[in-house]
Nanobody
Framework: QVQLVESGGGLVQAGGSLRLSCAPS????????MGWYRQALGKEREFVAG???????NYAESVKGRFTISRDNAKNTVYLQMNSLKPEDTAVFYC???????????WGQGTQVTVSS
């Protein structure tokens, strides 16, 4: 069963940067949209950023100006460049991809991002 695989998480000091990547483990239909979500300990999963196949983007208010989402349509891969990281960004980050055929949406297993103060 195809899944999305995230990479690039880790431990970084406040003010630092990380770049997350997310790619499918096998062949999938070209996603209409791809996105990143995060879930902090004890909190619900929340939207971080999304991007359409045409490159239109949107962001959560809390990350605007600090995070940049991009994608490589040829590889069905999505990236999240995170700059000026804050301790409150600490969470497990998940990517997803919405496609027009079953199963309609794919999720990754998550990658931990920890920002120390």
């Amino acid at each position: 069963q195809v899944q999305l695989v995230e990479s690039g998480g880790g431990l970084v000091q406040a003010g630092g940067s990380l770049r997350l990547s997310c790619a499918p483990s096998g062949s999938i239909s070209s996603p209409n949209t791809m996105g990143w979500y995060r879930q902090a300990l004890g909190k619900e999963r929340e939207f971080v950023a999304g991007i359409t196949r045409g490159g239109s983007t949107n962001y959560a208010e809390s990350v605007k100006g600090r995070f940049t989402i991009s994608r490589d349509n040829a590889k069905n891969t999505v990236y999240l460049q995170m700059n000026s990281l804050k301790p409150e960004d600490t969470a497990v980050f998940y990517c997803n991809a919405a496609v027009s055929t079953l199963p309609y949406i794919y999720w990754g297993q998550g990658t931990q991002v920890t920002v120390s103060s």
